[in-house]
């Protein structure tokens, strides 16, 4: 039977190097802590947030463009105690209607996505009056040196093997752009692996609505 999974190799080969990084573990529940009410994730992948999900949380709309991950993620929406909603969608023309969510979340997405600014701009409608956007994801580095490498990477091999992913994005600024209060978010570096070091810088919080 042919192999389904849209992986990169890269990608499989991390899933494969054990149990799940500790580290990146305490950052996504540090994401998704506090959260209440109706929720839109983006991005969803498998579902590695799933079971992370605080129980303020009404109710998780997880869009994901992807068949495989989809199938992958309504496994484990259905072994986790959260109400999740798997729902094929883009970042660009979300699932949604307007001022519907409390919250969105952004896991490892805004590196990816292929515009940005649309994707911010989709997020910004669906959010209600006063909501937030809860961010960790990969981003451009302040350091000189690391960002050169990061656009060196990002230039190459990179986004071939990590499914479109752009280290040197500048997504603090982004979200600025779009719209949002940026002052809870903050910065942390961290990479599970010598391979991921080029996405090891972070911003990881809360990003509001102005």
């Given at each position: 039977?042919?192999?389904?999974?849209?992986?990169?190799?890269l990608?499989?080969?991390?899933?494969?190097?054990?149990?799940?990084?500790?580290?990146?573990?305490?950052?996504?529940?540090?994401?998704?802590?506090?959260?209440?009410?109706?929720?839109?994730?983006?991005?969803?992948?498998?579902?590695?947030?799933?079971?992370?999900?605080?129980?303020?949380?009404?109710?998780?709309v997880?869009?994901?463009?992807?068949a495989?991950?989809?199938?992958?993620?309504?496994r484990?929406?259905?072994?986790?105690?959260?109400?999740?909603?798997?729902?094929?969608?883009?970042?660009?023309?979300?699932p949604?209607?307007?001022a519907s969510?409390?919250?969105?979340?952004?896991?490892?997405?805004?590196?990816?996505?292929?515009?940005?600014?649309?994707?911010?701009?989709?997020?910004?409608?669906?959010?209600?009056?006063?909501?937030?956007?809860?961010?960790?994801?990969?981003?451009?580095?302040?350091?000189?040196?690391?960002?050169?490498?990061?656009?060196?990477v990002?230039?190459?091999?990179?986004?071939?093997?990590?499914?479109?992913?752009?280290?040197?994005?500048?997504?603090?600024?982004?979200?600025?752009?779009?719209?949002?209060?940026?002052?809870?978010?903050?910065?942390?570096f961290?990479?599970?692996?010598?391979?991921?070091?080029?996405?090891?810088?972070?911003?990881?919080?809360?990003?509001?609505?102005?």
């Amino acid at each position: 039977m042919a192999d389904r999974d849209p992986r990169s190799l890269l990608e499989r080969y991390l899933d494969r190097r054990g149990g799940p990084d500790p580290v990146e573990r305490g950052h996504r529940r540090a994401l998704l802590a506090g959260l209440r009410g109706r929720v839109l994730e983006l991005g969803c992948g498998g579902g590695t947030n799933f079971d992370l999900y605080p129980a303020g949380v009404e109710a998780v709309v997880a869009v994901e463009p992807d068949a495989f991950a989809r199938e992958e993620a309504e496994r484990s929406a259905a072994a986790s105690g959260t109400p999740v909603e798997v729902v094929a969608g883009s970042a660009e023309a979300l699932p949604a209607a307007d001022a519907s969510f409390d919250a969105a979340v952004c896991c490892w997405v805004l590196c990816t996505v292929p515009d940005q600014a649309a994707a911010l701009g989709e997020l910004r409608r669906v959010l209600r009056p006063g909501g937030e956007l809860r961010v960790y994801e990969h981003v451009r580095s302040r350091s000189a040196p690391f960002l050169l490498l990061q656009r060196l990477v990002d230039a190459t091999w990179w986004p071939r093997l990590l499914g479109g992913c752009r280290t040197a994005r500048d997504t603090e600024a982004a979200l600025r752009a779009a719209g949002f209060e940026t002052s809870g978010l903050e910065r942390v570096f961290h990479s599970s692996s010598l391979l991921t070091l080029p996405a090891a810088p972070h911003l990881l919080g809360t990003a509001r609505l102005r």
